[in-house]
């Protein structure tokens, strides 16, 4: 699977082609006067008349009628109606969301699935009937619908620790009731835009408060060296929501500086430091990114964001960032499918949900991934290097319905994937390279310090599952690995595959460590394809784990689930659902502490 650079000053340059259509006149010469008696001296040949389908037809079909909805959740949905009726023969149907057209269906099917949309959001919903010879209906009474919350996991503490006191000074801005002309100070002298943000320096402890409803299009939050925007460790700037209503949005955003140039939503450039950013929805950048961070920033905290149809979610680098209490969902677009994409150190991405992280890029083939660990850097001379990241800790996440988990190309050390649950997505969740992706010939060697840790891992069940196992260690044939260089602990986690453990080769020896799992096989589901390259260890066990409703996605653990005391001391000291962990004792296997 191929790895793709997401370094954030990379930019993708669309090209937009305007078509000019030139319409042809038949022109005939005008006499005056005379014996020809006003008529054209060259005669044009005529034109034949386009022939309607069936020009008697001028009766539309009657209205769509009974328009329901179903499945309805925080991003997805599905409509149903009944047929109309037409005096020839109904063709097709048109569905409209808040008045604009989104899907076409043939006379016979008449269902439709809304698939990318904003969480807790409100749409109408409307149908109408065409016929062969364009007569098109009245819509249909409109259905208003409202998406679903985002989806918070039950352990999530939130993100009140990091928000500032209900009474701090801010400046306020308000898409709706704003004036760039304002003081900003208040609610009632709002400024209008992000862009007048970038005018004013943010130092320790200021606040911005960004009004509910609000939507930006065309704009984005950019604090970059111009601004010189920076809080301090103890005192961040700190930008969170205000008022009722749809979180602030920031919609198909453009460069401050040219509003035909997509950019990133979010832009924390090299002088950005110790700057929190909560509540904000950031939807349709193309194939942007929504946010991204420079390799110099640091002390960046995002948290409680909505991302959805962009490029990539998140772009993070540099130093001691956190992602937090987020939604990146429908991350689909062609470049990347990627939710977070990451090197730096001290990083954290926590109590974080993912959904719809994959994309089909032009050749075909899916790519993506909710994390994609990415070392590899090239300047702008050519120049390529691998930088070390150190201290990344992915925990406490669901990913539901994309590519994978995770894919790994670089060097990494202290990297700990622990407490995360994985469903509705094939059966090779982790992609840890030890070849050389990057090059026709071998110059590089990427290494690893990993603990995967407590997981629960279900994925789908596919007919013909490929890759190199759940836990992949991919190896270029004619370069092994050292196995001296790298050091991986898989440990207390539940897998339930059709396919393997780790597939054809372990290429770290006795330093690839195993202990504590548990498996259930389905099918032909086994341990490892080439014998010897998985020996179960006598505290691995293979059996049902027993969750208490996995038709219900509800992999909590019954009374008697084998899981329940076999695991080793865990590194965290609470559940994805929230509930104590003992500490120092052995733990419960899988994501979920067993609860009378």
Known sequence: MPIYSLNPKCRTFVLRCLLSAAMLCGLAACGGGGGNGGQASTPTTPTTPTTPTNPGDTQAPSVPSMLVSSSVTSRRLTLDWAASTDNVAVTSYEVLKDGVVVATTTSSVRKHSETALSSNSRFIFTVRAKDAAGNV?????????????????????????????ASAPAFYIDAVNGNDSNTGRSASTAWRTLDRLHNQKLGPGDVVRLARDSVWKNQNLFLDVGSSSAGSAGSPVIIEAYGTGQPPTISESRALWDKTKPIAAVVLDSQAKYITILDLRIQDCGEEVGVTLHKDSEGIV???????????????????????????????????????????????????????????????????????????????????????SDNIQIHHNLVDDCLNFIEAYGNATGMVIAYNLYINSPANPLIFHFDDSEHTTWTHECTYDLTVENNTFVPKVEATPGGWGAYGLLMDWNHPADPAKSHVVIRNNILVTNYTALSWVNPLGGNLVHDHNLFLFLDKGKLCTNAG?????????IADPKFVNGTTQDYRLTVDSPAIGKGAPALYNVDLAGNPVPAGSPSDIGAFQYVP
């Open 137 to 165: 209906s009245a819509q249909s009474a409109g259905l208003a619908i409202t998406t679903l919350g985002w989806p918070v996991l039950g352990g999530d503490p939130g993100m009140g620790a990091y928000r500032p006191a």
């Open 302 to 388: 995002l948290g409680n964001l909505e991302i959805l149809r962009c490029g990539t979610g998140i772009g993070i680098a540099g130093t001691n960032q956190k992602v937090r209490s987020c939604y990146i969902h429908d991350i689909n677009r062609s470049n990347s499918g990627i939710g977070i994409g990451f090197q730096g150190s001290d990083l954290e991405f926590a109590w974080n949900r993912f959904a719809g992280c994959v994309t089909t890029r032009a050749d075909g083939t899916e790519d993506g991934a909710p994390f994609e660990y990415y070392g590899r850097n090239v300047d702008n001379l050519g120049v390529e290097t691998f930088d070390l």
């Open 533 to 541: 390259v998985w020996v179960q260890d006598s505290s691995e066990i």
